[in-house]
C-alpha cells in the first residue's frame, strides 16, 4: 500500500515536516561554514510506512481506520549548547 492511499490529504502535512527539517539542515550547514562550530547536532524525521502503522494497529486491536494515532510521524533534533556565560539556553 502507498503512503497517500493509505494516509490520503494528511500526507501533505506529514511530508511538510520533513521538509522543514532539510530546510533545518542546510541551515545548519550555513552556520557550521560561518561559525566553524556544529549548532544543530543531528536533525531527523520519518513517517511511518502504511505496513507498520496496520501493524501496530493489530497489535493494539484498534480498528484501521484509527490511523490518526500519534506517532504516525516523528522528528528529532539535538542542539548543541554554546559555551558563552551569556548564553542561557539549556
Known sequence: MKPED???SELL?????QQLLLHIED???LL???EG???IQYCHARIKTPE???DKLE???LPQ??????DRKGSRMRCNRRNSDSDNCT
Open 52 to 54: 507498520s502503522m496496520l
Open 59 to 61: 497489535r493494539k486491536q
Open 65 to 70: 481506520l484509527s490511523y490518526n494515532c500519534s
Open 13 to 17: 502535512r506529514l511530508n511538510a515536516v
Open 27 to 29: 541551515y545548519q550547514r
Open 37 to 39: 562550530r556544529k549548532v
Open 6 to 8: 493509505f494516509y490520503g
Open 32 to 34: 557550521e561554514e560561518k
